[in-house]
């Protein structure tokens, strides 16, 4: 039986490509560009997207199991659902669906709230789902490690409520246990929801903190001044991001993304190891 993962090319869909590869899977990846993909030996490799229907029953052909990831884009919620249903069409039942944490908290962030409706179509539609709903990536730091290194500033307006940040690598393994898990059962498991954090829940001081260890020279955290973080955005994303971004950025600083009691030892049992922490990633990057 194949499992297809959709997203395959990305920071999180490569990592569950590689982790499933691991464990002997029979994967499919759709991608855009099959030349660019540079996936794994053994890889069956398909093109198509979101947005292209033909694409998508192909791809989706003799597919058991599904991991659907969806970028954060202005259709995202369109090109879920299109997804869902066209899966929904092709007898596929088992499903991973890379959510987000709070996505029912933070009902005001468009890509939170979208995520959120795609989940309640998962369960409207009977799919038997894992549901996986990760705090902030800790690599979405490595594009700001400049203004670190170079300017003395951990410069996300995170807040003093505080992030259970996830490496995207556990992410990774983790989805691809669940595939297998779901792919393996002799019959179809009930929809589950599992936050991924990471050990540690860290302020945008904390942050700072880390770094000025590992780098050996004073890192400080500048506020929580979101509109200038809006602003900086706009240079590099379209203003509708940006905005997304800022909004995200405003509730880490009223809600955060805390774990529940029990979180963080249900995901290091489930890996049988330690979570990565952000120290290491702040050492690898600084190395």
């Known amino acids: ?3 297809l993962v959709i997203g395959a090319t990305g920071q999180i869909g490569r990592q569950v490509v590689d982790q499933l590869i691991r464990r002997g899977a ?3 990846a759709l991608v855009r560009d099959p030349a660019k993909a540079n996936l794994p030996a053994g890889v069956a490799v398909v093109e198509g997207h979101l947005l292209d229907i033909d694409s998508l029953r192909g791809a989706f052909s003799g597919v058991s199991t599904l991991f659907l990831l969806n970028a954060v884009v202005a259709d ?5 659902l299109i997804a869902l249903n066209l ?4 007898g596929i039942e088992r499903l991973v669906y890379l959510s987000v944490i709070h996505s029912d908290l933070y009902a ?4 939170f709230a979208g995520k959120f409706g795609v989940e309640r179509m998962i369960e409207q539609m009977g799919f038997n789902a894992t549901i996986l709903r990760p705090a902030y990536f800790i690599q979405n730091d490595a594009t700001i490690t400049d203004a670190v290194t170079g300017y003395g500033v951990y410069p996300m307006p995170i807040g003093s409520k505080g992030l259970a940040m996830i490496d995207t690598r556990d992410l990774g393994e983790i989805a ?13 498991l009930p929809l589950e929801r599992i936050a991924i954090v ?28 979101t509109v200038s973080f809006e602003q900086n955005l706009r240079q590099f994303a379209p203003h509708w991001m940006a905005y997304d971004m800022r909004l995200m950025a405003e ?9 529940a009691a029990g979180d963080v030892e249900r995901l290091t049992a489930l890996l049988g190891r330690p979570l990565r922490t952000y120290r290491e990633f702040a050492a690898e990057n600084a190395a």
């Open 1 to 3: 039986m194949t499992i």
């Open 26 to 28: 029979d994967v499919r």
């Open 76 to 80: 995202e919620f369109t090109q879920a």
């Open 87 to 90: 899966a929904r069409e092709a």
């Open 108 to 111: 005001n962030v468009p890509h």
């Open 176 to 188: 691809a246990i669940e595939l297998v898990r779901r792919e393996q059962a002799s019959t179809p």
């Open 198 to 225: 990471g050990p540690e829940t860290l302020t945008g001081t904390d942050i700072a903190a880390i770094w000025t260890d590992v780098l050996g020279r004073p890192i400080v955290y500048p506020g929580d001044d």
């Open 251 to 259: 509730r880490f600083q009223a809600e955060g993304m805390i774990p």
